[in-house]
């Protein structure tokens, strides 16, 4: 099954790689779906729900809603801080990494160790627009010396369709925001 192509976007993720030992192999979907955590599924679907919820916001945006409006973005506020909290209990800083790009069909991060390409991965994704947290599975396809580390890039294989939805969204934001600071550093200029 060929892997679709999405377009990345360079920025710094939190994320955890973490090579499958030898004696473990890729699960089956099932297993996959199964095994996600429970703090995962709900990270997606708040992700889901926040993208729903701000496209029924944009209808609200005149004056007369202004106050339905500050008090459910309060509302989504103090939910979200509850979410990345409950999240960061996930991040295991033995694997921790920061991401030189990502996207919905690969990322990339350096690190001082080589990973032989072909080498699997349970991988946990930590973004921060949309605040949510990915668990997946990926494969190392590439590995390159870089100024004393090793640039190293993997393909998702088990992604569930919300979770690479999600990570759309995340490189859309991230490009909008850098599309906005070019536009911004040129006014100055």
């Known amino acids: 099954m060929a892997q679709e192509e999405y377009f990345s976007v360079r920025y710094a993720l939190t994320l955890n790689v973490e090579p499958l030992a030898d ?49 459910l973005a309060n509302q989504n506020t103090k939910l979200n801080l509850l979410l990345s909290f409950m999240l960061s209990q996930q991040d295991d800083n033995r ?31 930590f973004l921060e627009h949309p605040p949510a947290a990915i668990y997946c599975y990926a494969e190392v396809t590439t590995c390159k010396p870089d100024n004393g580390q090793f640039l190293t890039e993997l393909s998702y294989l088990h992604l569930s369709e919300s979770d690479r939805d999600l990570l759309i969204r995340a490189a859309l934001y991230q490009q909008q925001q850098l599309l906005k600071k070019r536009a911004h550093q040129r006014l100055e200029d």
């Open 95 to 125: 694997f921790r990494y920061q991401s030189e790009s990502f996207g919905a069909s690969q990322f990339s991060f350096k690190s001082n160790s080589e990973l032989n390409v072909g080498t699997l991965a349970r991988v946990k994704l």
């Open 23 to 71: 004696n473990e192999s890729l699960p089956s979907v099932e297993q996959f779906e199964e095994e996600i955590p429970v703090p995962f599924r709900v990270a997606s679907e708040c992700g889901n729900i926040e993208h729903s919820l701000e496209l029924d916001l944009a209808h609200l945006k005149r004056e007369e809603n202004k106050t339905l409006m500050n008090y």
